[in-house]
Nanobody, 118 residues
């Protein structure tokens, strides 16, 4: 099983980035997908979530700016980030889990760095 994030980088405030979370070795379409982030010196926080049925939810801090989506045929989830702010700077992680079976094995990617700075 592999879960790999990509798409991070350095962007100016107000800019956009699109993160990808590519998976292999699992039946991607049955998993819920969450995006988390961790800034230096802070705890990891949930940013956005998309269920296997396509329902989405967002942290208040990103609502209206970030959009989570998934492409099941490509075994990939996405996080479109617009109107980025310096406080969005963090390592972003993708998490695949079975929301209806909490004790089931779940999978994390290695993270991708996002830096928002002028």
């Amino acid at each position: 099983v592999a879960v790999v994030e990509s798409g991070g980088g350095l962007v100016e405030p107000g800019g956009s980035l699109k993160l990808s979370c590519a998976s292999s070795g699992i039946i991607f379409m049955i998993y819920d997908v969450a995006w988390h982030r961790q800034a230096p010196g802070k705890q990891r926080e949930l940013v956005a979530n998309i269920t296997r049925s396509g329902s989405t939810d967002y942290a208040d801090s990103v609502k209206g700016r970030f959009t989570v989506s998934r492409a099941n045929p490509d075994n990939t989830a996405y996080l479109q980030m617009d109107a980025l702010k310096p406080e969005d700077t963090a390592v972003y992680y993708c998490h695949l889990y079975l929301g209806t079976v909490p004790q089931a094995k779940n999978y994390w990617g290695q993270g991708t760095q996002v830096a928002v700075s002028s």
